[in-house]
């Protein structure tokens, strides 16, 4: 190796001279081609490819729309019906944004659960995980303020309401508030910080998703069976075994954008937004985003103002210290009789909070409401912990490579040598 | 594979339920309404509905008749209704009804003029307030995006519409109200626009029944809060045709590639 450049093994002259000076062609070959990646994946590991097509769809499709939006209290309605009327394909660009974020949440929560079942969060991919919660948190509070650019009347209110909370915390809470607003109501200047802060955190989000991959590429992928990577031949080379696998669910996923952006683009929108803000006026129920329902029923379950804003956003802080809470050496749910149960309640505990979220804040609702939080929290911070020691995990297979012969039949010849050389 | 394939299609399940549950939970919120929406048949709706072009012209006709006494539609300009099928003629003689403030002139003087194409809707009211002193209080809302702004909207906009009866016995009304059975609270500001049979005359001959008026004017609503909608539906047709062949070819590509990988 000639001192201070890399050893390329591109041919291509071209290439391999910028390779020489800088790598890149050797890392893209490196992390995204013969990567070694276990072979037992299901569909459930195509979700983080998703996440970030679905990112780069948002950034694109907004950049468009900021071309053409007004952030004025007086003009921001009526720019985005123009950008629906009057710009070329503008109802596409808009719609596409719009249910963009629906399927972002989607895609997101799948990739999450996927971490929770199969215990991606464990060593060594804490890290990993707490990345990943991070991404969660930029998402939520960039969906939150693209939803107030519009300026509908739920744009409105909810950007009164979520605003308002942070009131709550003593001494410092107004203060918060009257930075967030920029005054002493939600008003022009709160929309316009929002327009701005709401260009700028995707690109954050985008960098901040750089280290997710980056820390993946370290520890490399967990797997289905929750099993560490032994030996070569339980991994295959990302591409093409992988690029196919992800090609697939990529165009499962395109389909079910494409029938929500062009047969139902408004369906999991709210009908009042497309009513202009108006101070005056206070919707009969002030709901958030279908994707941020589960949160608004734990501030409302709970009677206090504070304690209520507290486990909102302890909801979510307590997934930080989640590697810490499961004290199981077991990662994967396949293995782990009891747990696997308990987690699946949590699962419907939290679609029952989606649920009540949606509904007014009376009788059977807060009921739910409350049962559900406190098992949300009881999984947590009780039956985690406790049940790592007392659960017996079933046996764990030796290697990634041997259950597959189990139940597979016998290896055809040469079949498990073969990724072995690509590696 | 086989296994797999399943296990895809219980995550693909999963990731098209939650969009057609969430609607579901979220709603719930729109129950004031005391009665039930009875259901009209649109030509709009579903995957392949098209505007019924006769009815939204003739439903413009009752909006310029009618409730653009009242209600404005100030996100729409003349020249938009040439995409509803009135010819170039039609609609700049529509235009030229309304006078319009324009100017400053070279003379710095402020003139009237007839509308243009490029004009938008003209408003009844100069404003807000000026809209609710005449209105007995509550301003009528603007009619551009009335459709999508309620839930079920052309189905309320109907049933609005055709909802008007005596108040039930012994129900308190306010003053200058009207009962309605599908209003929120069942009591609106809005007397019933459309009263009486014949109360516009339809130039191709269409009786213009209450029910009829109120379908017609439903119809131009909808296509007057989502006028992309054909060109939509068109494209969401091909793209969901050309992407399930890829999807074919994708996983076909797929099976062949993990061939002799056992999994
Ligand atoms: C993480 C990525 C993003 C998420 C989750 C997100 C989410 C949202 C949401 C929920 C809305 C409201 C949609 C509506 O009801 O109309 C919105 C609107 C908007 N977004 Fe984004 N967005 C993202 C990225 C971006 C980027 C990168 C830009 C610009 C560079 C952008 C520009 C806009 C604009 C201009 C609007 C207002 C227009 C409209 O309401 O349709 N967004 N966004």
Redesign the pocket.
């Known amino acids: 190796m000639s001192i201070g450049l890399h050893n390329s093994t591109f041919k291509n002259p071209v290439i391999r001279w910028v390779d020489s000076r800088l790598p890149i062609f050797s890392m893209m070959q490196n992390e995204y081609g013969t990567f070694p990646t276990p072979k037992n994946f299901n569909y459930f590991w195509n979700f983080g490819a998703l996440a970030m097509i679905?990112?780069l769809i948002?950034?694109?499709?907004?950049?468009f729309?900021?071309m053409?939006?007004t952030?004025h209290v007086s003009m921001?309605f009526d720019?985005?019906e123009r950008?629906m009327r009057d710009v070329n394909y503008g109802w596409l660009?808009?719609y596409v944004?719009?249910n963009?974020?629906?399927m972002?949440?989607i895609v997101v929560y799948v990739h999450i659960w996927r971490g929770m079942w199969y215990g991606s969060y464990k060593a060594p991919r804490e890290l990993l995980w707490i990345i990943g919660v991070v991404i969660f948190l930029?998402?939520m509070a960039?969906?939150?303020?693209?939803?107030?650019?519009?300026w509908?009347q739920m744009?409105f209110w909810g950007a009164t309401v979520i605003t308002n909370l942070f009131s709550a915390f003593p001494v410092v809470g107004d203060h918060i508030v009257t930075l967030l607003w920029g005054g002493f109501s939600v008003d022009n200047p709160t929309l316009n910080r929002f327009?701005s802060l709401?260009?700028l955190?995707?690109?954050v989000?985008f960098g901040v998703v750089f280290l997710h991959v980056a820390a993946l590429h370290i520890t490399g992928s967990n797997n289905p069976l929750g099993i560490d990577v032994k030996s070569p031949a339980d991994t295959l080379p990302f591409h093409p075994y992988y690029t196919a696998k992800d090609s697939v669910g990529m165009v499962v996923y395109f389909i079910v954008f494409a029938s929500l952006v062009f047969f139902a683009p408004n369906y999991l929108?709210h009908a009042d937004?497309y009513i202009p803000a108006n101070p005056m006026v206070t919707p009969a129920h002030i709901v958030p985003?279908w994707y941020f329902l589960p949160y608004y029923a734990i501030l409302r379950a709970v009677p206090d103002k504070l304690g209520g804003v507290l486990l909102m956003f302890g909801s979510i802080l307590v997934w930080f210290i989640l590697p810490w809470l499961d004290t199981s050496p077991v990662r994967s749910m396949r293995f782990r009789p009891i747990a696997k149960w308990f987690l699946l309640l949590w699962g419907i505990a939290f679609g029952v909070l989606m649920y009540c979220g949606g509904k007014p804040p009376e009788g059977i609702y807060v009921v739910l409401s409350r049962v559900a939080t406190l098992y949300y929290f009881a999984w947590f911070l009780v039956i985690l912990p406790l049940l790592g020691r007392l659960e017996r995990p079933l046996p764990l297979p030796e290697s990634i490579a041997k259950p597959v012969l189990r139940g597979g039949g016998p290896l055809p010849a040469g079949a498990a040598a073969k990724p072995m050389e690509k590696a | 594979m086989f296994r797999s394939a399943l296990r895809a299609l219980t995550v693909f399940g999963v990731m098209a339920a939650a969009p057609a549950l969430a609607p579901a939970l979220a709603a719930g919120d729109h129950t004031q309404g005391p009665a039930a929406l009875p259901h009209a048949h649109f030509h709009f709706e579903g995957v392949f509905g098209t505007f019924d072009r006769a009815s939204a012209q003739r439903g413009f006709q009752v909006y310029k008749e009618v409730c653009s006494a009242c209600h404005s539609m100030r996100l729409l300009s003349y020249r938009h209704l040439l995409e509803l099928g009135l010819s170039e003629a039609e609609v700049r003689a529509i235009a030229a009804t309304v006078t319009v403030n324009d100017g400053p002139n070279d003379e710095g003087q402020m003139f009237e003029r007839p509308g243009r194409l490029s004009d938008r809707f003209r408003s009844p009211f100069p404003n807000e307030a000026a809209a609710r002193a005449a209105n007995n209080g509550a301003a009528p809302p603007d009619l551009s995006v009335i459709s999508k702004a309620r839930e079920e909207g052309p189905h309320y906009l109907h049933a609005l519409l055709t909802g008007y009866a005596d108040p039930p016995a012994g129900m308190a009304m306010g003053d200058g109200m009207n009962y309605n059975r599908y209003f929120p609270g069942n009591q609106i500001a809005m007397s019933a626009p459309l009263r009486e049979e014949g109360q516009v005359e339809y130039a191709d001959g269409t009786k213009a029944t209450v029910e009829q008026m109120a379908l017609d004017v439903t119809n131009f609503l909808q296509w007057a809060a989502e006028p992309e909608m054909e060109a939509r539906k068109r494209m969401g047709v091909k793209w969901v045709l050309f992407l399930t062949i890829l999807g074919g070819l994708a996983y076909a590509t797929k099976r062949k590639i993990w061939a002799n990988v056992p999994h």
């Open positions: 679905n990112l948002m950034i694109a499709t907004g950049i729309l900021a053409h939006y952030p921001a720019s985005v950008i660009f808009r944004h719009a963009g974020a629906s972002f949440f930029l998402m960039t969906a939150f303020m693209g939803y107030v650019l519009p509908g744009s327009f709401h260009f955190l995707p690109f989000i929108g937004n985003e």
